[in-house]
């Protein structure tokens, strides 16, 4: 009883929003609040890339249609990643919005979970909605994206097969 008093104490003092939550669905109203090692230079260069022209910038929309615009993208990824035969596990962070998703391979399927926090030894792959759509819209090039900070590996180090195939799926005209 104490531990758990001790637990929500914790989440209402420093603000934790739980791990399903994100921006899309109005839990949080600060992107910040769910930071994770890395996004703030994801966001703050995708935020540059943007003003320089260099990515577009999202239509703003509501969160109901922005939430449904991201899973299109987030299971075209998928789709792709089944395609190149993706090995291995990794989560993904869409920074913008605090959107957790995690993608496993299993077999010949790749299984995408929405809201799925990383498991303790997943590399994570953090990213921007507008980095996402350019690499899969083929006006940004896995390499450059890596180059220039809006896409970034965090956490573990992922197995060179993992890169591969997620660059092999992100690649223009897969």
Not at 9 to 36: E, K, M, Q, R
Not at 56 to 64: C, F, L, R
Request: aromatic share 4%; charged share 15%.
């Amino acid at each position: 009883m104490r531990k758990s008093v001790l637990a929500a104490a914790l989440v209402a003092v420093l603000g934790i929003a739980p791990a399903g939550a994100c921006g899309l669905h109005g839990t949080i109203d600060n992107p910040f609040t769910t930071s994770y090692p890395g996004s703030l230079g994801v966001a703050l260069g995708t935020r540059q890339a943007v003003v320089d022209g260099q990515l577009a910038a999202m239509p703003e929309v509501d969160a109901e249609t922005a939430s449904q615009r991201l899973d299109e993208r987030l299971q075209q990824l998928r789709a792709r990643l089944e395609k190149a035969g993706l090995r291995g596990a990794f989560a993904l962070l869409v920074v913008e919005f605090g959107h957790w998703t995690r993608f496993a391979a299993s077999a010949d399927r790749v299984r995408m979970v929405a809201h799925a926090t990383p498991m303790i030894d997943d590399p994570v792959l953090l990213t921007s909605e507008p980095a996402l759509a350019a690499l899969l819209d083929g006006h940004l090039a896995a390499a450059a994206a890596e180059r220039s900070g809006l896409v970034r590996w965090a956490g573990n180090a992922p197995p060179a097969a993992l890169g591969e195939s997620l660059l092999t799926a992100l690649a223009a005209g897969f």
